[in-house]
């Protein structure tokens, strides 16, 4: 689409926009875990751990959730 638009109009009269998002670790683990293979089920657990805040890292969440830690020490698809 980009190319066709700076050929017909050219390419100083064109520019790109670029929008950033901000995701929350929720949704973030959720994206990863997709692409992961992991089931749905797994992944609902992993989640289900990390506290819904949009500043929550995982390295924070890992520290305020044990169960979390406990997680991710045993299951090596976890970890990854």
């Not at 689409?1 to 100083?12: D, L």
């Not at 929350?24 to 089920?41: H, N, P, Q, S």
């Not at 819904?52 to 970890?79: N, W």
């Amino acid at each position: 689409m980009i190319e066709y638009i700076i050929g017909k109009y050219g390419r100083e009269q064109v520019c790109n926009v670029v929008r950033f998002k901000t995701m929350k670790t929720r949704d973030a683990i959720r994206d990863i875990g997709f692409v992961l293979g992991m089931t749905c089920g797994n992944v609902d657990k992993i989640v289900k751990l990390i506290p819904d805040d949009l500043k929550m890292t995982v390295t924070k969440a890992i520290e305020q959730e044990h169960q979390l830690k406990e997680l991710r020490d045993s299951d090596p698809q976890v970890k990854e």
